[in-house]
């Protein structure tokens, strides 16, 4: 008699590591046409340089004078450049570099930013440091 049921598979699944690698041992590995629809999408300037990185290279690899931006900050931080002057406030506020950041942090940064500004209120770091400080328990 046939229930339909697909059978239970009895094969192990490949362990994965319980932690991503870092930056220094994640290598890069998205196309040149993914760069080049990222940089046409956001409409970055020509002038900026934006280099697509080289074969088996790591967000530390970046070359003298060049930092590594995640396609991850645009598509889901909501990050735009040139950036605002509040979030580089925030950034500087807690003493972190723009590669330091997770996607997922940005929008609070740049969400607190619209409210502000929606309500006519200055935004600053110590007044968004009053709603996001996550001080030791």
Request: charged fraction near 20%; glycine fraction near 8%.
């Amino acid at each position: 008699m046939s229930t339909g049921a697909k059978p239970v598979s009895t094969r192990k699944r490949k362990s994965r590591p319980k932690n991503p690698p870092g930056p220094n041992k994640a290598v890069i590995n998205w196309t040149e046409d993914e760069l080049n629809n990222l940089v046409q999408n956001f409409g970055f300037p020509f002038d900026w340089g934006i280099q697509f990185p080289t074969p088996n290279c790591t967000a530390l690899d970046a070359p003298l004078g060049y930092i590594t931006l995640y396609a991850e900050f645009f598509r889901e931080g909501n990050f735009r450049l040139p950036m605002s002057k509040f979030v580089g406030e925030v950034l500087t506020g807690y003493g972190l570099h723009i590669s330091q950041i997770n996607a997922l942090v940005l929008p609070q940064i740049t969400h607190f930013e619209f409210i502000c500004r929606a309500n006519h209120i200055e935004p600053a770091f110590e007044k968004f440091n009053v709603f996001y400080f996550r001080g030791s328990s």
